[in-house]
């Protein structure tokens, strides 16, 4: 758990190994490459917004439950995972990109959630019922 705003890669790139869930209170700032191994399952559970400013993601659930996610400054790229916004989501312009830009879907991570992922979505789909 973060207790308020939490920037990853200020000039270098993350790599996550493993499985996990990160709780944020604040807003969430990636501004590098994440890089995800093999079979990684990693969750991004944020009370506000999430801030995307890097053109290659290699895998996740990004929850905003406060907000937008919102893609800035990217050019072209990659973006691999679950995005899902209570506000909405903002892919770049068109303007800004200089190449493809795609966003895949994690299906690894879909197939094998993470615990507190998994109780979330009960809790979800408990209440919506």
Known sequence: KVNGNLTLGQNNPIAFHGAGTIVITGDLTSNDRLICESNTRLGFIVHGRININTDSIGCGAYTA???????????????????????????????SLTGPFSVKYDAFFVSNPTALYQELLKIVFTTSS
């Open 65 to 95: 439950l406060g907000g937008n996610i919102t893609f800035k400054n990217v050019s072209s790229g990659q973006v691999k995972g679950i995005f899902i916004a209570k506000g909405s989501i903002k892919l770049p312009s068109k303007i």
